[in-house]
Protein backbone atom coordinates (compact mmCIF):
# COMPACT_ATOMS: atom_id res chain seq x y z
CA UNK A 1 0.00 0.00 0.00
CA UNK A 2 3.05 2.64 0.34
CA UNK A 3 3.07 2.49 -3.18
CA UNK A 4 -0.26 4.67 -3.35
CA UNK A 5 0.91 8.55 -3.84
CA UNK A 6 -1.70 11.13 -2.18
CA UNK A 7 -1.61 14.69 -1.19
CA UNK A 8 -3.09 14.47 2.42
CA UNK A 9 -6.55 16.60 2.11
CA UNK A 10 -8.18 18.93 5.64
CA UNK A 11 -11.49 16.86 6.33
CA UNK A 12 -14.31 18.88 5.01
CA UNK A 13 -15.44 20.45 8.14
CA UNK A 14 -12.49 22.60 7.96
CA UNK A 15 -12.75 23.18 4.37
CA UNK A 16 -13.55 27.10 4.21
CA UNK A 17 -16.20 28.11 1.48
CA UNK A 18 -18.54 30.30 0.32
CA UNK A 19 -22.64 29.34 -0.26
CA UNK A 20 -21.32 28.08 -3.64
CA UNK A 21 -20.15 25.39 -2.57
CA UNK A 22 -16.66 25.52 -4.36
CA UNK A 23 -14.66 24.02 -1.89
CA UNK A 24 -17.03 20.86 -2.02
CA UNK A 25 -16.95 20.55 -5.26
CA UNK A 26 -13.10 20.73 -5.38
CA UNK A 27 -12.59 18.43 -2.82
CA UNK A 28 -15.03 16.03 -4.75
CA UNK A 29 -13.49 15.91 -7.89
CA UNK A 30 -9.85 15.44 -6.88
CA UNK A 31 -10.84 12.63 -4.23
CA UNK A 32 -9.94 9.03 -3.75
CA UNK A 33 -10.56 6.66 -0.90
CA UNK A 34 -7.11 5.28 -1.74
CA UNK A 35 -6.11 8.79 -0.60
CA UNK A 36 -7.02 7.48 2.75
CA UNK A 37 -5.30 4.27 3.16
CA UNK A 38 -1.65 6.27 3.80
CA UNK A 39 -3.72 7.67 7.18
CA UNK A 40 -4.18 3.84 8.49
CA UNK A 41 -2.21 1.93 10.42
CA UNK A 42 -1.72 -1.43 8.13
CA UNK A 43 -0.63 -4.79 10.27
CA UNK A 44 3.42 -5.39 9.97
CA UNK A 45 2.60 -8.21 7.27
CA UNK A 46 0.38 -5.92 5.37
CA UNK A 47 -3.09 -6.66 6.14
CA UNK A 48 -5.99 -4.96 7.71
CA UNK A 49 -8.22 -5.23 10.60
CA UNK A 50 -10.84 -3.48 11.97
CA UNK A 51 -10.10 -4.15 15.62
CA UNK A 52 -6.06 -2.57 14.94
CA UNK A 53 -6.97 0.39 13.55
CA UNK A 54 -10.13 1.19 15.98
CA UNK A 55 -8.27 -0.17 19.41
CA UNK A 56 -4.86 -1.64 19.18
CA UNK A 57 -3.26 1.39 17.18
CA UNK A 58 -4.31 3.79 19.92
CA UNK A 59 -3.03 1.79 22.45
CA UNK A 60 0.21 0.96 21.11
CA UNK A 61 0.87 5.06 20.82
CA UNK A 62 -0.09 8.27 22.88
CA UNK A 63 -3.61 7.56 23.32
CA UNK A 64 -2.97 4.51 25.63
CA UNK A 65 -4.26 6.16 28.74
CA UNK A 66 -7.13 7.86 26.73
CA UNK A 67 -10.45 7.28 27.77
CA UNK A 68 -12.18 5.29 24.88
CA UNK A 69 -15.25 4.45 26.30
CA UNK A 70 -17.26 6.29 29.34
CA UNK A 71 -20.23 3.69 30.23
CA UNK A 72 -23.03 4.55 31.95
CA UNK A 73 -25.84 1.69 32.76
CA UNK A 74 -29.20 2.10 33.47
CA UNK A 75 -29.35 2.28 37.28
CA UNK A 76 -26.47 4.90 37.15
CA UNK A 77 -23.35 2.76 37.22
CA UNK A 78 -20.41 3.75 35.45
CA UNK A 79 -17.19 2.11 34.00
CA UNK A 80 -14.22 3.60 32.03
CA UNK A 81 -12.16 2.30 29.64
CA UNK A 82 -9.33 3.66 28.12
CA UNK A 83 -8.05 2.26 24.81
CA UNK A 84 -5.23 0.31 26.37
CA UNK A 85 -7.52 -1.19 28.51
CA UNK A 86 -9.61 -1.78 25.59
CA UNK A 87 -6.84 -3.63 23.74
CA UNK A 88 -6.56 -5.53 26.82
CA UNK A 89 -9.93 -6.96 27.24
CA UNK A 90 -9.91 -7.41 23.52
CA UNK A 91 -7.18 -9.60 23.50
CA UNK A 92 -8.41 -11.64 25.91
CA UNK A 93 -11.38 -12.14 24.34
CA UNK A 94 -9.38 -13.09 21.04
CA UNK A 95 -7.97 -15.47 22.79
CA UNK A 96 -11.25 -17.05 24.61
CA UNK A 97 -12.23 -17.83 20.83
CA UNK A 98 -8.91 -19.02 20.01
CA UNK A 99 -9.14 -21.44 22.60
CA UNK A 100 -12.90 -22.60 21.38
CA UNK A 101 -10.86 -23.82 18.02
CA UNK A 102 -12.53 -20.53 16.43
CA UNK A 103 -10.78 -19.67 13.18
CA UNK A 104 -10.78 -16.96 10.19
CA UNK A 105 -13.80 -17.27 8.83
CA UNK A 106 -15.93 -18.77 11.32
CA UNK A 107 -19.24 -17.08 12.56
CA UNK A 108 -19.42 -15.33 16.26
CA UNK A 109 -22.56 -13.80 17.38
CA UNK A 110 -23.40 -11.79 20.30
CA UNK A 111 -27.05 -11.13 21.73
CA UNK A 112 -26.25 -8.82 24.35
CA UNK A 113 -27.37 -5.12 26.25
CA UNK A 114 -25.06 -2.47 25.49
CA UNK A 115 -22.61 -3.29 28.47
CA UNK A 116 -18.96 -3.21 27.79
CA UNK A 117 -18.23 -6.66 27.78
CA UNK A 118 -20.48 -6.75 24.07
CA UNK A 119 -17.96 -4.29 22.80
CA UNK A 120 -14.78 -6.05 23.76
CA UNK A 121 -16.62 -9.42 22.24
CA UNK A 122 -16.92 -7.76 19.13
CA UNK A 123 -13.43 -6.24 18.54
CA UNK A 124 -12.33 -9.65 20.10
CA UNK A 125 -14.38 -11.73 17.19
CA UNK A 126 -12.79 -9.19 14.63
CA UNK A 127 -9.00 -9.79 16.04
CA UNK A 128 -9.43 -13.29 15.75
CA UNK A 129 -10.16 -13.03 12.27
CA UNK A 130 -13.74 -14.50 12.69
CA UNK A 131 -17.20 -12.89 11.41
CA UNK A 132 -19.11 -10.96 13.67
CA UNK A 133 -22.73 -10.41 14.03
CA UNK A 134 -24.81 -8.33 16.51
CA UNK A 135 -27.96 -8.74 17.20
CA UNK A 136 -30.16 -6.74 18.72
CA UNK A 137 -31.31 -7.47 22.64
CA UNK A 138 -34.57 -6.95 22.29
CA UNK A 139 -35.41 -9.80 19.79
CA UNK A 140 -37.37 -12.65 20.32
CA UNK A 141 -36.57 -16.34 19.90
CA UNK A 142 -37.69 -16.74 16.11
CA UNK A 143 -35.18 -13.69 14.81
CA UNK A 144 -32.54 -14.84 16.82
CA UNK A 145 -33.08 -18.71 15.61
CA UNK A 146 -33.49 -17.44 12.16
CA UNK A 147 -29.95 -15.28 11.92
CA UNK A 148 -28.09 -17.76 13.89
CA UNK A 149 -29.11 -20.66 11.31
CA UNK A 150 -28.62 -18.95 8.59
CA UNK A 151 -25.19 -17.70 8.84
CA UNK A 152 -24.10 -21.24 11.13
CA UNK A 153 -22.93 -19.39 13.52
CA UNK A 154 -20.40 -21.53 15.61
CA UNK A 155 -20.37 -19.39 19.00
CA UNK A 156 -23.05 -17.74 20.49
CA UNK A 157 -22.22 -14.51 23.80
CA UNK A 158 -24.82 -13.61 25.25
CA UNK A 159 -26.67 -13.07 29.23
CA UNK A 160 -28.48 -15.27 31.68
CA UNK A 161 -31.79 -13.03 30.76
CA UNK A 162 -31.67 -12.90 27.23
CA UNK A 163 -30.55 -16.95 27.16
CA UNK A 164 -33.03 -17.83 29.35
CA UNK A 165 -35.71 -15.95 26.15
CA UNK A 166 -34.56 -18.14 23.15
CA UNK A 167 -33.22 -21.32 25.34
CA UNK A 168 -35.86 -23.62 22.89
CA UNK A 169 -34.06 -22.43 19.78
CA UNK A 170 -30.77 -24.12 20.45
CA UNK A 171 -32.24 -27.91 19.41
CA UNK A 172 -32.60 -26.41 15.69
CA UNK A 173 -29.09 -24.93 15.87
CA UNK A 174 -26.83 -27.67 14.49
CA UNK A 175 -23.76 -26.07 14.06
CA UNK A 176 -23.61 -23.82 17.10
CA UNK A 177 -20.83 -25.56 19.16
CA UNK A 178 -20.34 -22.78 21.94
CA UNK A 179 -22.77 -20.36 24.48
CA UNK A 180 -20.58 -17.70 26.26
CA UNK A 181 -22.86 -15.90 29.24
CA UNK A 182 -21.59 -12.62 30.37
CA UNK A 183 -22.51 -12.21 33.90
CA UNK A 184 -20.27 -9.78 35.13
CA UNK A 185 -20.41 -8.77 38.42
CA UNK A 186 -23.45 -10.92 39.02
CA UNK A 187 -25.68 -8.02 37.21
CA UNK A 188 -28.36 -11.30 36.37
CA UNK A 189 -28.59 -13.80 39.14
CA UNK A 190 -30.06 -15.90 36.21
CA UNK A 191 -28.34 -19.66 36.87
CA UNK A 192 -26.39 -20.92 33.31
CA UNK A 193 -26.75 -24.16 31.49
CA UNK A 194 -24.06 -26.73 32.48
CA UNK A 195 -23.61 -26.85 28.70
CA UNK A 196 -22.72 -22.81 28.75
CA UNK A 197 -19.12 -21.12 29.25
CA UNK A 198 -18.88 -18.12 31.67
CA UNK A 199 -17.57 -15.35 30.22
CA UNK A 200 -15.75 -14.27 33.58
CA UNK A 201 -13.75 -17.45 34.06
CA UNK A 202 -12.93 -17.52 30.55
CA UNK A 203 -11.27 -14.30 30.70
CA UNK A 204 -9.93 -14.62 34.00
CA UNK A 205 -7.44 -17.49 32.60
CA UNK A 206 -6.84 -15.86 28.90
CA UNK A 207 -3.56 -14.05 28.12
CA UNK A 208 -4.13 -10.38 26.98
CA UNK A 209 -1.47 -10.83 24.87
CA UNK A 210 -2.91 -11.24 21.35
CA UNK A 211 -1.51 -10.77 17.69
CA UNK A 212 -4.18 -9.94 15.55
CA UNK A 213 -4.96 -12.52 12.55
CA UNK A 214 -3.15 -10.91 9.49
CA UNK A 215 -6.46 -10.17 7.57
CA UNK A 216 -6.63 -8.81 4.48
CA UNK A 217 -8.63 -5.57 3.19
CA UNK A 218 -11.05 -8.34 1.56
CA UNK A 219 -11.61 -10.86 4.36
CA UNK A 220 -15.34 -10.88 6.02
CA UNK A 221 -15.65 -8.88 9.31
CA UNK A 222 -19.27 -8.17 10.05
CA UNK A 223 -22.53 -9.21 8.87
CA UNK A 224 -25.84 -7.35 9.66
CA UNK A 225 -28.74 -8.81 8.79
CA UNK A 226 -32.10 -7.00 6.80
CA UNK A 227 -35.78 -7.72 5.68
CA UNK A 228 -36.99 -7.05 3.05
CA UNK A 229 -40.83 -7.03 1.95
CA UNK A 230 -41.03 -10.97 1.99
CA UNK A 231 -39.14 -13.53 2.66
CA UNK A 232 -36.46 -14.15 5.53
CA UNK A 233 -34.02 -11.75 6.66
CA UNK A 234 -30.85 -11.47 4.52
CA UNK A 235 -27.14 -11.23 5.98
CA UNK A 236 -25.30 -8.20 4.47
CA UNK A 237 -21.79 -9.50 4.70
CA UNK A 238 -19.05 -6.35 4.72
CA UNK A 239 -14.99 -6.96 4.62
CA UNK A 240 -12.14 -5.44 6.78
CA UNK A 241 -11.99 -2.95 3.89
CA UNK A 242 -14.79 -0.86 5.28
CA UNK A 243 -13.05 0.81 8.23
CA UNK A 244 -11.35 3.13 5.53
CA UNK A 245 -14.56 4.68 5.10
CA UNK A 246 -16.22 4.55 8.47
CA UNK A 247 -12.83 6.44 9.32
CA UNK A 248 -13.14 9.20 6.54
CA UNK A 249 -17.17 9.56 7.22
CA UNK A 250 -16.25 9.96 11.24
CA UNK A 251 -14.28 13.03 10.41
CA UNK A 252 -15.86 14.50 7.11
CA UNK A 253 -19.50 13.90 8.04
CA UNK A 254 -19.24 13.46 11.64
CA UNK A 255 -16.52 16.23 12.11
CA UNK A 256 -14.79 14.22 15.21
CA UNK A 257 -11.87 16.24 16.20
CA UNK A 258 -9.79 14.18 19.17
CA UNK A 259 -10.81 16.20 21.95
CA UNK A 260 -14.61 15.26 21.55
CA UNK A 261 -16.79 13.34 23.19
CA UNK A 262 -19.07 11.25 20.90
CA UNK A 263 -22.80 9.53 21.75
CA UNK A 264 -24.47 7.22 19.35
CA UNK A 265 -27.17 6.26 20.84
CA UNK A 266 -28.23 3.38 18.34
CA UNK A 267 -27.97 -0.44 19.99
CA UNK A 268 -24.78 -2.02 18.45
CA UNK A 269 -26.99 -5.04 17.49
CA UNK A 270 -28.26 -1.90 14.42
CA UNK A 271 -25.76 -0.92 11.63
CA UNK A 272 -25.33 2.31 12.72
CA UNK A 273 -24.46 1.23 16.09
CA UNK A 274 -21.44 -1.17 14.88
CA UNK A 275 -20.13 1.36 12.29
CA UNK A 276 -21.13 4.28 14.14
CA UNK A 277 -21.10 3.57 17.97
CA UNK A 278 -17.91 1.55 17.46
CA UNK A 279 -16.01 1.61 14.20
CA UNK A 280 -16.24 5.28 12.92
CA UNK A 281 -15.28 7.11 16.71
CA UNK A 282 -12.42 4.38 17.72
CA UNK A 283 -10.97 4.55 14.37
CA UNK A 284 -10.76 8.40 14.84
CA UNK A 285 -9.19 8.37 18.65
CA UNK A 286 -11.98 9.71 20.00
CA UNK A 287 -13.73 9.17 23.70
CA UNK A 288 -17.23 8.01 23.50
CA UNK A 289 -20.38 7.56 25.54
CA UNK A 290 -22.23 4.68 25.62
CA UNK A 291 -25.76 4.32 28.04
CA UNK A 292 -27.18 1.42 28.35
CA UNK A 293 -30.65 2.78 29.37
CA UNK A 294 -33.82 4.05 26.77
CA UNK A 295 -35.36 6.56 25.86
CA UNK A 296 -36.10 9.65 28.00
CA UNK A 297 -35.61 13.59 27.42
CA UNK A 298 -34.66 14.39 31.19
CA UNK A 299 -32.25 11.24 31.53
CA UNK A 300 -30.66 11.93 27.91
CA UNK A 301 -30.28 15.92 28.55
CA UNK A 302 -28.54 14.89 31.81
CA UNK A 303 -26.15 12.62 30.23
CA UNK A 304 -24.86 15.45 27.63
CA UNK A 305 -24.96 18.00 30.37
CA UNK A 306 -22.72 15.80 32.81
CA UNK A 307 -20.15 14.40 30.17
CA UNK A 308 -20.31 17.30 28.25
CA UNK A 309 -20.97 15.15 24.73
CA UNK A 310 -20.05 17.39 21.79
CA UNK A 311 -20.77 15.57 18.67
CA UNK A 312 -24.21 13.52 19.06
CA UNK A 313 -25.94 10.99 16.66
CA UNK A 314 -29.06 10.00 17.10
CA UNK A 315 -32.47 9.13 15.21
CA UNK A 316 -35.85 10.66 13.70
CA UNK A 317 -37.55 9.07 15.58
CA UNK A 318 -35.87 9.91 18.86
CA UNK A 319 -35.76 13.50 17.91
CA UNK A 320 -39.30 13.47 17.58
CA UNK A 321 -39.91 11.96 21.25
CA UNK A 322 -37.39 14.32 22.38
CA UNK A 323 -39.90 16.60 20.94
CA UNK A 324 -42.77 15.89 22.74
CA UNK A 325 -41.34 17.21 25.78
CA UNK A 326 -40.93 20.75 24.10
CA UNK A 327 -38.10 23.48 24.84
CA UNK A 328 -39.17 23.76 28.29
CA UNK A 329 -36.94 20.57 28.84
CA UNK A 330 -34.02 21.22 27.17
CA UNK A 331 -33.87 25.22 29.20
CA UNK A 332 -33.48 22.89 32.17
CA UNK A 333 -29.84 21.89 31.48
CA UNK A 334 -26.58 22.81 29.94
CA UNK A 335 -26.51 21.54 26.61
CA UNK A 336 -23.66 24.00 25.58
CA UNK A 337 -21.35 21.13 25.32
CA UNK A 338 -23.13 19.82 21.89
CA UNK A 339 -21.59 21.61 18.55
CA UNK A 340 -22.68 19.05 16.27
CA UNK A 341 -25.89 16.55 15.91
CA UNK A 342 -26.45 13.84 13.82
CA UNK A 343 -29.29 12.32 12.73
CA UNK A 344 -29.85 8.67 10.71
CA UNK A 345 -32.50 5.98 10.36
CA UNK A 346 -35.12 7.68 8.06
CA UNK A 347 -35.14 11.31 6.80
CA UNK A 348 -35.79 13.83 8.97
CA UNK A 349 -38.46 15.87 8.87
CA UNK A 350 -38.19 19.84 8.47
CA UNK A 351 -39.79 20.74 11.22
CA UNK A 352 -37.92 18.32 13.41
CA UNK A 353 -34.57 20.88 11.96
CA UNK A 354 -36.23 23.80 13.13
CA UNK A 355 -37.55 22.46 15.94
CA UNK A 356 -33.64 21.47 17.01
CA UNK A 357 -32.74 25.53 16.05
CA UNK A 358 -34.75 26.52 18.77
CA UNK A 359 -33.89 23.88 21.05
CA UNK A 360 -30.16 23.63 20.96
CA UNK A 361 -29.55 26.70 18.83
CA UNK A 362 -27.92 24.79 15.94
CA UNK A 363 -29.40 22.72 12.89
CA UNK A 364 -29.70 18.50 13.37
CA UNK A 365 -27.76 17.74 10.52
CA UNK A 366 -29.14 14.11 8.16
CA UNK A 367 -27.45 12.15 6.37
CA UNK A 368 -28.27 8.80 4.45
CA UNK A 369 -26.85 5.06 4.54
CA UNK A 370 -28.07 1.56 4.57
CA UNK A 371 -27.26 -1.87 5.98
CA UNK A 372 -25.64 -2.46 2.33
CA UNK A 373 -23.70 0.39 2.08
CA UNK A 374 -21.99 -0.27 5.25
CA UNK A 375 -21.09 4.09 6.07
CA UNK A 376 -22.82 7.28 5.08
CA UNK A 377 -22.97 8.05 1.18
CA UNK A 378 -24.92 11.39 1.14
CA UNK A 379 -25.02 13.96 3.88
CA UNK A 380 -24.99 17.21 5.38
CA UNK A 381 -21.88 18.59 6.26
CA UNK A 382 -21.14 20.91 8.77
CA UNK A 383 -19.47 23.45 6.48
CA UNK A 384 -22.52 24.03 4.59
CA UNK A 385 -26.01 25.04 4.65
CA UNK A 386 -28.96 22.63 5.97
CA UNK A 387 -31.38 22.70 3.17
CA UNK A 388 -34.61 21.57 5.42
CA UNK A 389 -35.54 18.05 4.28
CA UNK A 390 -32.95 17.02 2.37
CA UNK A 391 -30.35 14.30 2.27
CA UNK A 392 -27.80 16.29 1.23
CA UNK A 393 -24.70 15.62 -1.24
CA UNK A 394 -23.27 12.71 -1.63
CA UNK A 395 -19.76 12.15 0.20
CA UNK A 396 -16.86 12.84 -2.20
CA UNK A 397 -15.70 9.46 -3.84
CA UNK A 398 -19.68 8.53 -4.37
CA UNK A 399 -21.29 8.75 -7.37
CA UNK A 400 -25.46 8.82 -7.05
CA UNK A 401 -27.27 9.42 -9.12
CA UNK A 402 -31.42 9.34 -9.93
CA UNK A 403 -32.36 6.67 -12.77
CA UNK A 404 -35.29 5.83 -14.42
CA UNK A 405 -37.39 2.58 -14.45
CA UNK A 406 -35.04 1.79 -17.29
CA UNK A 407 -31.78 2.55 -14.82
CA UNK A 408 -30.93 5.35 -17.19
CA UNK A 409 -29.68 8.74 -15.71
CA UNK A 410 -32.56 11.30 -15.01
CA UNK A 411 -31.87 15.18 -15.07
CA UNK A 412 -32.46 16.91 -12.12
CA UNK A 413 -35.59 17.76 -10.76
CA UNK A 414 -37.15 14.64 -11.65
CA UNK A 415 -37.72 11.61 -9.67
CA UNK A 416 -36.52 8.13 -9.47
CA UNK A 417 -34.51 5.26 -8.11
CA UNK A 418 -31.42 6.62 -5.76
CA UNK A 419 -28.65 4.67 -7.38
CA UNK A 420 -24.66 4.76 -6.45
CA UNK A 421 -21.97 3.30 -8.28
CA UNK A 422 -20.38 0.53 -7.17
CA UNK A 423 -16.99 -0.01 -5.53
CA UNK A 424 -17.09 2.34 -2.35
CA UNK A 425 -14.75 0.60 0.48
CA UNK A 426 -17.86 0.19 2.95
CA UNK A 427 -20.04 -1.69 -0.45
CA UNK A 428 -21.50 -5.34 0.97
CA UNK A 429 -19.69 -8.25 -0.43
CA UNK A 430 -22.66 -10.28 -0.46
CA UNK A 431 -26.25 -11.26 1.27
CA UNK A 432 -25.14 -14.89 2.94
CA UNK A 433 -25.70 -17.75 0.67
CA UNK A 434 -27.70 -15.33 -1.49
CA UNK A 435 -25.92 -14.51 -4.25
CA UNK A 436 -29.03 -14.49 -6.52
CA UNK A 437 -31.06 -11.39 -4.50
CA UNK A 438 -27.36 -10.17 -4.21
CA UNK A 439 -26.97 -10.00 -7.94
CA UNK A 440 -30.27 -8.40 -8.21
CA UNK A 441 -29.54 -5.39 -6.79
CA UNK A 442 -27.38 -3.79 -9.76
CA UNK A 443 -28.26 -2.99 -12.65
CA UNK A 444 -26.50 -1.28 -15.76
CA UNK A 445 -23.60 -1.19 -13.58
CA UNK A 446 -25.53 1.05 -10.50
CA UNK A 447 -26.56 0.03 -6.97
CA UNK A 448 -30.16 0.04 -6.46
CA UNK A 449 -30.93 1.43 -3.38
CA UNK A 450 -34.60 0.30 -3.41
CA UNK A 451 -35.16 4.23 -2.81
CA UNK A 452 -37.06 6.95 -4.43
CA UNK A 453 -35.20 10.23 -4.47
CA UNK A 454 -34.64 13.72 -6.72
CA UNK A 455 -31.68 15.93 -6.80
CA UNK A 456 -31.61 19.63 -7.14
CA UNK A 457 -29.40 21.32 -9.39
CA UNK A 458 -26.96 22.31 -6.86
CA UNK A 459 -26.58 18.08 -6.60
CA UNK A 460 -28.54 17.83 -3.03
CA UNK A 461 -30.67 14.81 -2.95
CA UNK A 462 -34.24 14.64 -1.95
CA UNK A 463 -35.53 11.55 -0.30
CA UNK A 464 -38.85 10.69 -1.31
CA UNK A 465 -39.99 7.71 -0.15
CA UNK A 466 -38.94 3.56 -0.59
CA UNK A 467 -39.59 2.05 -4.16
CA UNK A 468 -42.45 0.10 -3.13
CA UNK A 469 -43.80 2.88 -0.82
CA UNK A 470 -44.57 5.48 -3.30
CA UNK A 471 -47.65 6.61 -3.94
CA UNK A 472 -49.14 6.74 -7.80
CA UNK A 473 -52.53 8.73 -7.25
CA UNK A 474 -53.87 9.68 -10.57
CA UNK A 475 -51.12 9.37 -12.71
CA UNK A 476 -48.92 11.64 -9.87
CA UNK A 477 -46.12 10.02 -7.69
CA UNK A 478 -46.37 11.18 -4.14
CA UNK A 479 -43.73 10.09 -1.54
CA UNK A 480 -45.44 9.32 2.09
CA UNK A 481 -42.95 11.39 3.43
CA UNK A 482 -43.89 14.58 2.42
CA UNK A 483 -47.54 13.89 3.80
CA UNK A 484 -45.86 12.65 6.75
CA UNK A 485 -44.12 15.66 7.75
CA UNK A 486 -47.01 17.81 6.60
CA UNK A 487 -49.48 16.28 9.08
CA UNK A 488 -46.55 16.49 12.07
CA UNK A 489 -46.41 19.63 11.98
CA UNK A 490 -50.34 19.82 13.14
CA UNK A 491 -50.29 20.38 16.90
CA UNK A 492 -52.04 17.24 17.93
CA UNK A 493 -49.76 14.86 15.37
CA UNK A 494 -46.77 12.70 17.33
CA UNK A 495 -46.28 10.49 14.53
CA UNK A 496 -47.87 9.60 10.86
CA UNK A 497 -47.63 6.62 8.47
CA UNK A 498 -49.12 7.35 4.87
CA UNK A 499 -49.63 4.55 2.02
CA UNK A 500 -51.32 4.30 -1.31
CA UNK A 501 -54.84 2.59 -0.63
CA UNK A 502 -56.03 1.27 -3.97
CA UNK A 503 -58.69 3.01 -5.50
CA UNK A 504 -60.79 1.98 -8.72
CA UNK A 505 -60.42 5.26 -10.29
CA UNK A 506 -57.14 7.26 -9.22
CA UNK A 507 -55.15 3.73 -9.12
CA UNK A 508 -53.88 4.87 -5.52
CA UNK A 509 -55.30 7.24 -2.71
CA UNK A 510 -53.33 8.48 0.06
CA UNK A 511 -54.25 7.14 3.43
CA UNK A 512 -52.71 8.11 6.72
CA UNK A 513 -52.38 6.54 10.41
CA UNK A 514 -51.76 9.50 12.81
CA UNK A 515 -50.86 8.85 16.56
CA UNK A 516 -52.29 11.89 18.98
CA UNK A 517 -49.96 13.51 21.46
CA UNK A 518 -50.92 13.26 25.01
CA UNK A 519 -54.08 15.44 25.58
CA UNK A 520 -56.11 15.01 22.53
CA UNK A 521 -59.06 13.12 21.80
CA UNK A 522 -59.41 11.10 18.27
CA UNK A 523 -62.92 12.63 17.23
CA UNK A 524 -64.54 12.88 13.92
CA UNK A 525 -64.17 16.87 14.45
CA UNK A 526 -60.09 16.67 14.42
CA UNK A 527 -60.21 14.10 11.78
CA UNK A 528 -61.87 16.54 9.34
CA UNK A 529 -59.52 19.39 10.99
CA UNK A 530 -56.62 17.11 10.02
CA UNK A 531 -57.84 16.36 6.27
CA UNK A 532 -57.91 19.81 5.71
CA UNK A 533 -54.97 20.54 6.97
CA UNK A 534 -53.04 18.69 4.97
CA UNK A 535 -55.16 19.96 2.13
CA UNK A 536 -53.74 23.48 2.81
CA UNK A 537 -50.33 22.15 3.47
CA UNK A 538 -50.18 19.95 0.19
CA UNK A 539 -52.86 20.40 -2.02
CA UNK A 540 -55.83 18.51 -2.51
CA UNK A 541 -53.77 15.55 -5.23
CA UNK A 542 -51.77 15.43 -2.70
CA UNK A 543 -53.68 15.15 0.60
CA UNK A 544 -54.62 12.06 2.59
CA UNK A 545 -58.23 11.22 1.58
CA UNK A 546 -58.73 8.99 4.42
CA UNK A 547 -57.10 9.30 8.12
CA UNK A 548 -57.30 6.63 10.81
CA UNK A 549 -56.14 7.04 14.12
CA UNK A 550 -53.99 4.84 16.11
CA UNK A 551 -51.81 4.28 19.35
CA UNK A 552 -48.86 3.74 17.57
CA UNK A 553 -47.25 2.96 14.49
CA UNK A 554 -45.78 -0.20 13.94
CA UNK A 555 -41.91 -0.12 13.52
CA UNK A 556 -38.66 -1.76 13.40
CA UNK A 557 -36.49 -2.18 16.11
CA UNK A 558 -34.25 0.29 14.67
CA UNK A 559 -37.40 3.24 14.89
CA UNK A 560 -38.40 2.72 11.28
CA UNK A 561 -42.12 3.38 10.77
CA UNK A 562 -43.05 -0.25 8.63
CA UNK A 563 -45.17 1.48 5.80
CA UNK A 564 -45.47 -1.87 4.28
CA UNK A 565 -46.87 -3.69 7.63
CA UNK A 566 -49.80 -0.37 7.48
CA UNK A 567 -50.53 -1.27 4.12
CA UNK A 568 -51.01 -5.23 4.78
CA UNK A 569 -53.13 -4.49 7.39
CA UNK A 570 -55.04 -1.95 5.89
CA UNK A 571 -56.00 -4.77 2.35
CA UNK A 572 -55.64 -7.90 4.72
CA UNK A 573 -52.73 -9.25 3.01
CA UNK A 574 -50.03 -11.32 4.40
CA UNK A 575 -47.60 -9.41 6.94
CA UNK A 576 -44.65 -10.96 5.76
CA UNK A 577 -41.14 -10.99 7.49
CA UNK A 578 -41.67 -9.05 11.45
CA UNK A 579 -38.80 -10.45 13.45
CA UNK A 580 -37.63 -6.81 13.41
CA UNK A 581 -40.88 -4.96 14.60
CA UNK A 582 -40.99 -3.29 17.78
CA UNK A 583 -43.31 -4.65 20.42
CA UNK A 584 -46.91 -2.85 19.93
Not at 79 to 105: C, I, P, Q, S
Not at 176 to 198: E, S
Not at 204 to 221: G, L
Not at 421 to 434: A, C, E, K, L, Q
Request: proline content about 6%; hydrophobic content about 40%.
Amino acid sequence: MASYQTTKKPPLSRVKVRPNLTGYERTRKTFRFTDVYKELDWLPDGGLNKAHECIDRHANGASANKPAMIWEGKNGEQERYTFADMKRETGKFANVLRGLGVGRGDRVFTFLDRIPEHYFAVFGILKAGAIAGPLFSAFGPDPVRDRLLDSGAKVLVTSPELRGRIAHIFKDLPELKHVIIVNKLGRDKTPIAPTDLRYEELMAKASAEFKTDNTSMFDYSIMHYTSGTTGKPKGAVHRHMAIVQQYITGKWVLDLHPDDIYWCTADPGWVTGTSYGMLAPWSNGVTQLIYEGGIRASTWYELVQRHKVTVWYTAPTAVRMLMRSGTRVTSQYDLSSLRYINSVGEPLNPEAIVWGLEAFKQAIHDNWWQTETGAILIANYAFQEVRHGSMGRPLPGIEAAILDRSYNPLPPGQQGYLAIRPGWPSMFHTYWNNADMYNSKFKKGWYITGDEARVDEDGFFWFVGRADDVINTAGHLVGPFEVESALIEHPAVAEAGVIGKPDPIAMEVVKAFVALKDGYEPTDRLRQELLRFAREKLSAGVAPREIDFVKSLPKTRSSKIMRRLLKARELGLPEGDTSTLEEE
